[in-house]
Protein backbone atom coordinates (compact mmCIF):
# COMPACT_ATOMS: atom_id res chain seq x y z
CA UNK A 1 0.00 0.00 0.00
CA UNK A 2 1.31 3.49 -0.71
CA UNK A 3 1.16 6.24 1.29
CA UNK A 4 1.47 10.31 0.26
CA UNK A 5 1.28 13.11 2.37
CA UNK A 6 1.52 16.45 1.29
CA UNK A 7 3.32 18.90 3.52
CA UNK A 8 4.04 23.53 3.17
CA UNK A 9 1.13 24.84 2.49
CA UNK A 10 -0.04 27.26 4.57
CA UNK A 11 -0.97 31.56 3.95
CA UNK A 12 1.26 34.25 1.98
CA UNK A 13 1.35 37.44 0.74
CA UNK A 14 1.06 37.73 -2.73
CA UNK A 15 4.49 38.15 -4.75
CA UNK A 16 5.97 35.24 -1.54
CA UNK A 17 6.87 32.16 -1.97
CA UNK A 18 6.31 28.46 -0.34
CA UNK A 19 7.67 25.40 -1.00
CA UNK A 20 5.11 22.22 -0.95
CA UNK A 21 6.56 18.76 -0.02
CA UNK A 22 5.23 15.50 -1.11
CA UNK A 23 6.48 12.08 0.35
CA UNK A 24 5.67 9.12 -0.72
CA UNK A 25 6.01 5.79 1.44
CA UNK A 26 5.24 1.79 0.48
CA UNK A 27 7.30 -1.03 0.16
CA UNK A 28 9.41 -1.68 -2.58
CA UNK A 29 8.01 1.39 -4.32
CA UNK A 30 9.00 2.25 -7.96
CA UNK A 31 7.40 5.57 -8.79
CA UNK A 32 7.31 6.41 -12.40
CA UNK A 33 5.92 10.00 -12.13
CA UNK A 34 5.48 13.15 -9.71
CA UNK A 35 2.22 15.33 -10.00
CA UNK A 36 1.18 18.43 -8.42
CA UNK A 37 -2.86 19.73 -9.46
CA UNK A 38 -4.80 22.42 -7.45
CA UNK A 39 -7.96 22.49 -6.77
CA UNK A 40 -9.54 26.06 -6.25
CA UNK A 41 -13.37 26.56 -4.72
CA UNK A 42 -16.26 25.84 -7.50
CA UNK A 43 -13.49 24.83 -9.78
CA UNK A 44 -11.49 21.76 -11.53
CA UNK A 45 -8.55 20.21 -10.24
CA UNK A 46 -5.97 20.93 -12.37
CA UNK A 47 -2.48 20.20 -13.44
CA UNK A 48 -0.04 22.43 -11.55
CA UNK A 49 3.44 20.55 -12.23
CA UNK A 50 4.29 17.15 -13.44
CA UNK A 51 7.55 15.61 -13.63
CA UNK A 52 8.13 11.54 -14.65
CA UNK A 53 10.49 8.85 -14.31
CA UNK A 54 13.10 10.05 -17.07
CA UNK A 55 13.09 14.01 -15.73
CA UNK A 56 10.45 14.77 -18.20
CA UNK A 57 8.91 18.04 -16.77
CA UNK A 58 4.84 19.30 -17.61
CA UNK A 59 3.74 22.78 -16.07
CA UNK A 60 -0.01 24.03 -16.17
CA UNK A 61 -0.06 26.99 -18.52
CA UNK A 62 -0.87 29.70 -15.42
CA UNK A 63 2.90 28.55 -14.09
CA UNK A 64 4.84 31.13 -16.20
CA UNK A 65 7.96 30.36 -14.73
CA UNK A 66 7.10 30.91 -11.73
CA UNK A 67 6.77 27.11 -9.75
CA UNK A 68 9.19 24.57 -9.97
CA UNK A 69 9.03 20.83 -9.34
CA UNK A 70 11.80 18.40 -8.40
CA UNK A 71 12.53 15.76 -6.64
CA UNK A 72 14.19 13.57 -4.56
CA UNK A 73 14.79 9.60 -5.65
CA UNK A 74 16.29 8.58 -2.19
CA UNK A 75 13.75 10.30 -0.18
CA UNK A 76 11.29 9.30 -2.46
CA UNK A 77 10.34 12.86 -1.80
CA UNK A 78 9.05 15.48 -4.55
CA UNK A 79 9.08 19.08 -4.20
CA UNK A 80 6.50 22.23 -5.72
CA UNK A 81 8.51 25.55 -5.21
CA UNK A 82 5.91 28.50 -5.20
CA UNK A 83 7.48 31.70 -6.31
CA UNK A 84 5.30 35.09 -7.25
CA UNK A 85 2.56 33.89 -5.66
CA UNK A 86 -0.55 35.86 -6.77
CA UNK A 87 -4.00 35.37 -4.68
CA UNK A 88 -5.36 33.23 -7.79
CA UNK A 89 -3.31 30.67 -6.92
CA UNK A 90 -5.44 30.03 -4.03
CA UNK A 91 -5.96 26.64 -3.58
CA UNK A 92 -5.60 22.79 -2.17
CA UNK A 93 -3.04 21.31 -3.79
CA UNK A 94 -2.92 18.11 -4.40
CA UNK A 95 0.16 15.35 -4.60
CA UNK A 96 -0.73 12.24 -7.19
CA UNK A 97 1.92 9.46 -7.32
CA UNK A 98 2.13 7.58 -9.69
CA UNK A 99 2.99 3.52 -8.78
CA UNK A 100 4.00 0.10 -10.29
CA UNK A 101 0.45 -0.85 -8.38
CA UNK A 102 -1.23 2.56 -9.64
CA UNK A 103 -1.75 6.58 -8.69
CA UNK A 104 -2.47 7.72 -5.20
CA UNK A 105 -3.47 11.21 -4.26
CA UNK A 106 -2.66 12.57 -0.89
CA UNK A 107 -5.09 14.75 1.46
CA UNK A 108 -4.17 18.20 0.07
CA UNK A 109 -2.62 21.15 1.72
CA UNK A 110 -4.13 24.26 1.70
CA UNK A 111 -2.06 27.83 -0.33
CA UNK A 112 -3.54 31.05 0.72
CA UNK A 113 -2.29 33.90 -0.96
CA UNK A 114 -3.46 37.11 0.46
CA UNK A 115 -3.03 40.49 2.05
Known amino acids: QVQVVESGGGLVQPGGSLRLSCSASGRSLAIYAWGWYRQAPGKQRELVARIVINGSLDYGDFVKGRFTISRDIRKNTAYLQMNSLEPEDTAVYYC?????????WGQGTQVTVSS
Open 96 to 104: NVNTHIGAK
